[in-house]
RNA sequence: GCGCGAUUAGCUCAGUUGGUAGAGCAACCCGUUUACACCGGGAAGGUCGCAGGUUCGAGUCCUGCAUCGCGCACCA
């Protein structure tokens, strides 16, 4: 057959080649205004009484660039959402970025860093200026990112956590809790980052197994038990000694108060206390009990009214002891205590331990607990307008009645752990770029309010909101939240599904159920969608330190975004981990240039002009492929509904050319060549069909080639791919 | 300490309610003047981590164990 005869678009005459084809192609979904739903419903392709679809996009933080992660998070996302679009759906993807507070400021007072300058040098504003411009760029680059691997989001609603609207939510939601008393301002225990100088949640603590001495000593020669610790410098602040009430050894000492003249230069008051708290077994089995430096040991101090006495201060340094210890820093401070008791004898034992230090998640530095006074969310308050149930109830109730479904469902148990556990939520942060807290002092005066106070003298907190307590509005502060009768609010919450890694299940999937819950009364999505972390093809985390990092734009630059996409989803079910590697997204990218010529092939063979119209007249064996091909588009249509796109993947995979491809083509050659006009018509049928269910079926994973060949193969009456209807069977 | 996950071919992984072990990649052999070398065909390769149990039948269900990974708690 010579091809010069054929009525075929030249394109189809050369390999598949994506870099001349996805950029064209994003930005004909772009002007067709299509990835808007009121366009689609416009237009008549979506039918406005159908069940809407709609999604948030996970705001990517405005730290740099997008990752391999981000990139499989999208890919999963814009398959649901081209799915619910071909469907006929109202279909929303609202996408946006997050000003990640502690993690964007960090960033850059790191670059400022570099130029020898501090943020105490620029002041707050232009600080501020500097982070701003940092994160505008950023955007920039992650929008790019994300048109590249060809996420049909709705740009003309993008959103930001940090902007005008969401500042408008932020400030309305803590006004509200304020009221109802669920936001207080207390005098705790804190986790305290000296080496980032704000306090952070406990969700923001990372436990670091490493060695250190467990050191046996007392407090002096006359006092009469025996302590161990390994922090022999916070000794300084101890106020009593707690023994297990029935251990036999102590209960003699029990409710005696000893006073020691001279510890390190610093005069003790330790009363025995008997707590249940303590264990019999280890140590010497009493606890020294130091209620400004361990949370659990203020809460002993609460339980036994004991008097708190910090030592040191914000800045891990000593506030009391004698010369070789007052004004160090904790770190020395810890090895010239250990030095006054070997001097005067006092420490009896000395033994290495691992133990786990708590460190901050953004900063690295070594977590401080101190005293402080900071903002908190009461998670185990009453709430009068939600039938009194506490924010952890509302919480937990409708993962247990079933109102909302986590994907994988072990994850639920996860989930119940977390929240059972809770303690309140502190939401403070001595940081600069981020919500400032809507509250404002003159003399003794508070005043909470969405605005600012009239009158002169009010000077408004100086601390900006936990980056998640935005986070937690994100499904409905997008959708126009505060105002109840935006119609978008109306139309689109609850969200049809919530897709993000199964790491941040307490950072943000909870305090959206909190925050949803209690401002609307209502959940923020029906189901949640947890997926992984994307490995190297060795199993490991990709890092910059090991070099196997993958750039989800190199790697689309190379191979193709649909190449990128496939690989990403097969093989990757929900909550397990995946692995990447440049030869499996090389195998979709051949993947790609087969089904293009799978298309010049059925267009070679099959005249289309000379195709009857409406041809039933199909022999056996076309019937047989006909219901064979049916049956795999009921699969592949449920496995999607169901969220198993790793499976349908593959199964359109294998069906177009393990079956299609390497068989049914193979197979037509002799009907080509000896069959009758019967049988050539009814393959030619079939086939012709058939690519077109596969480039529609196709079109979620692989949306450019597909919409390309769309463009090229003969159908009448075409729209855009991206909104033709899925195929009904 | 509590909980979760993984363990299947050399590598990476599927295996849906129990019914003759699958795919991709790699390696091996063969083929290919036209849809595609970004190809096709073929053969090879597995005590399904270990030990028990239930069953006519177990990769799949139950019990125990081992190794690896993860989460939470403790961490004086």
Redesign the pocket.
């Known amino acids: ?3 010069d005869d054929l009525n075929i678009d030249p394109k ?1 005459l050369k ?3 994506p870099n001349d084809t996805e950029d064209r192609i994003y930005k004909l979904w772009e002007e067709s205004g299509f990835f808007n739903p009121d366009i689609c419903i416009e237009k008549g392709i979506a039918q406005n009484d159908a069940t809407p679809f709609s999604i948030v996009l996970p705001p990517p933080n405005v730290t740099g660039t997008l990752h391999i992660g981000h990139a499989s998070m999208l890919v999963i996302e814009d398959i649901m959402v081209r799915f619910a679009r071909m469907q006929g759906r109202p279909t929303l993807w609202l996408p946006g970025t997050d000003h990640a507070s502690i993690a964007t400021q960090s960033k850059v007072e790191k670059i400022l860093e570099k130029e020898g300058i501090r943020k105490n040098d620029l002041g707050r504003d232009e600080f501020l200026n500097r982070v701003n411009t940092f994160a505008q760029e950023s955007h920039d680059t992650i929008v790019n990112q994300m048109k590249k691997m060809g996420v049909s989001v709705d740009w003309s609603r993008e959103a930001f956590t940090l902007d005008e609207k969401r500042n408008l939510a932020v400030r309305t939601a803590f006004k509200k809790m304020y009221d109802d008393d669920l936001i207080y301002r207390g005098h705790r225990i804190v986790n305290w980052d000296p080496k980032g100088q704000t306090v952070i949640s ?2 923001e ?3 670091e ?1 490493r060695k ?1 001495k ?3 000593f007392k407090y002096s020669a006359d006092f009469p038990i025996s ?5 022999p410098e916070t000794k300084l602040g101890d106020t009593a000694v ?1 023994v ?1 009430p029935n251990d036999d050894r102590y209960t003699q000492y029990i409710g005696k108060t000893y006073v020691v003249d001279n510890f390190c230069g610093q005069k003790l008051e330790i009363k025995i206390v008997a707590d249940d ?4 077994d ?7 009990v130091t209620p400004a430096h ?3 040991d203020a809460e002993i101090a609460v339980r036994h009214n004991l008097p708190t006495k910090q030592v040191i201060n914000e800045f891990a340094k000593m506030m009391v002891g004698n010369e070789s210890i007052l004004g160090k820093k904790t770190t020395e401070a810890r090895v010239n205590v250990v030095e006054w008791l070997k001097e005067n004898n006092l420490l009896e034992n000395e033994e290495e ?1 691992t ?4 460190t901050a998640e953004r900063s690295g530095g070594i977590i401080e607990p101190l005293p402080k006074l900071q903002w908190f969310i009461n998670v185990n308050k009453p709430i009068i307008t939600r039938g009194n149930k506490t924010l952890k109830e509302l919480m937990l109730e409708p993962i247990k009645d079933g109102s909302i479904d986590i994907l ?1 469902d ?2 639920e ?2 989930y119940y ?2 929240v059972e ?1 809770l303690r309140d939520w502190c939401i403070s942060r001595q940081i600069w770029y981020g919500h400032r807290i809507p509250v404002w002092y003159r003399n003794d005066e508070i005043y909470c309010d969405i605005d600012a106070p009239e009158g002169d003298g009010w000077i408004q907190d100086e601390d900006t909101l936990d980056t998640w307590f935005s986070s937690g509005l994100w499904t409905f502060s997008t959708l126009g939240w505060p105002d109840m009768d935006s119609p978008d609010l109306k139309k689109y919450h609850p969200t049809t599904v919530l897709e993000t890694g ?2 941040i299940i ?1 950072f943000w999937v909870a305090r959206m159920i909190l925050m949803s819950q209690y401002l609307l009364g209502e959940i923020p999505f029906e189901t949640v969608y947890l997926h992984g972390l994307v ?1 190297d ?3 490991r985390k990709m890092s910059k330190s090991l070099g196997n990092i993958i750039d989800p734009l190199d790697v689309a630059e190379k191979y193709g975004a649909d190449a990128v996409r496939m690989s990403l989803v ?4 929900p ?5 990447m ?1 440049e ?2 997204i ?2 979709y ?6 089904l ?3 298309t ?2 059925i267009l ?1 063979y099959t005249d289309t002009t000379k195709l009857e119209k409406n041809f039933q007249n199909f022999t056996e064996t076309d019937l047989d492929l006909i219901k064979e091909r049916n049956e795999l588009v009921n ?1 592949i249509t449920k ?1 999607i509904t169901e969220y ?1 796109f ?2 349908a993947s ?1 199964k359109i ?2 069906y177009t ?2 079956r ?4 049914i ?2 197979e037509s ?1 002799p009907i080509y060549a000896n069959g009758t006009n019967e049988e050539k018509n009814s393959r030619s049928q079939f086939l012709i069909e058939t690519l077109e269910i596969i480039i529609k079926t196709l079109h979620p994973f692989m949306p450019f080639v597909t919409e390309e060949l769309w463009s090229i193969i003969p159908v009448e009456n075409k729209n855009l791919l991206m909104v033709t209807p899925w195929p009904e069977i």
């Open positions: 057959m010579n091809n189809l390999p598949y080649n406990d969700d603590v990372v436990n197994e250190a467990l050191y046996t302590i161990s610790t390994t922090r707690a297990n708290h303590v264990e019999k280890f140590g010497t089995g009493a606890l020294g361990s949370q659990i331990v133990q786990n230090i708590p994988p072990r994850f148990k996860v752990n977390w556990n199964y790491d307490f490995r093809a060795k199993g097969i093989g990757t079910g909550g397990n981990d995946s692995k590697s030869d499996k090389k195998a990218k051949h993947f790609a240039n087969k293009w010529n799978i010049r092939f070679t699969t496995e198993k790793y499976l593959d995979y294998q050319w393990a299609l491809a390497d068989v083509l193979e050659r």
